[in-house]
T-cell receptor, first 111, second 112 residues
Framework: GEDVEQSLFLSVREGDSSVINCTYT??????LYWYKQEPGAGLQLLTY?????DMKQDQRLTVLLNKKDKHLSLRIADTQTGDSAIYFC???????????FGTGTKLQVIP | DAGVTQSPTHLIKTRGQQVTLRCSPK?????VSWYQQALGQGPQFIFQ???????QRGNFPDRFSGHQFPNYSSELNVNALLLGDSALYLC???????????FGPGTRLTVL
């Protein structure tokens, strides 16, 4: 079945790098996503990676995928206070298939 | 482009009542998905509508139903509300680039 797990909380100092980790169980997943949710807001898609890729970089964001271990990570370089939010890892078979979300990691950035 | 819009923003109901939530997708998007996000949890897929029909459904009871209109907007209906239905209900729309879902701000439903 589908299951996505994340650690609940991460605290970093402003300017440091943040690494948020995620494990998933469904090896059929084609797309893996990272979403950001700020308090009282909906979900913002940050980036996604296809399952046939190992890495994707987009400005301060780097996504690493270890398909063998079903492990996904999101690295945020030079973390800013505006990065404080809940980050959700998610997976889907792709296209118009449903997206399965993890429970979210709350990132706290200390000035 | 207004993006995905949802109404109302907040709603308070009592147990046993019925509720209707509304969603307008992003311009040019024809597919709408609904998710329930309980406090402290990730969103859970309820169902997806395309061409006015339910295309996929998650593990939710029949009390949850929906509709899609010719203009692609959608409604989520929940009957016989339970306390456990209290959550943030999110609508997401997809267009031809199906890799990306765009989420609305959600409707916060409180059941007393």
């Amino acid at each position: 079945g589908e299951d996505v797990e994340q650690s609940l909380f991460l605290s970093v100092r402003e300017g440091d790098s943040s690494v948020i980790n995620c494990t998933y169980t469904d090896s059929s997943s084609t797309y893996l996503y990272w979403y950001k949710q700020e308090p009282g807001a909906g979900l913002q898609l940050l980036t996604y990676i296809f399952s046939n890729m190992d890495m994707k970089q987009d400005q301060r964001l780097t996504v690493l995928l270890n398909k063998k271990d079903k492990h996904l990570s999101l690295r945020i370089a030079d973390t800013q206070t505006g990065d404080s939010a809940i980050y959700f890892c998610a997976e889907s078979y792709g296209g118009y298939q449903k997206v399965t979300f993890g429970t979210g990691t709350k990132l706290q950035v200390i000035p | 482009d207004a993006g995905v819009t949802q109404s109302p923003t907040h709603l308070i109901k009592t147990r046993g009542q019925q509720v209707t939530l509304r969603c307008s997708p992003k311009s040019g998007h024809d597919t709408v998905s609904w998710y329930q996000q309980a406090l402290g949890q990730g969103p859970q897929f309820i169902f997806q509508y395309y061409e006015e029909e339910e295309r996929q459904r998650g593990n939710f009871p029949d009390r949850f139903s929906g509709h899609q209109f010719p203009n692609y907007s959608s409604e989520l209906n929940v009957n016989a509300l339970l306390l456990g239905d209290s959550a943030l209900y999110l609508c997401a729309s997809l267009g031809t680039s199906a890799n990306e879902q765009f989420f609305g701000p959600g409707t916060r439903l409180t059941v007393l």
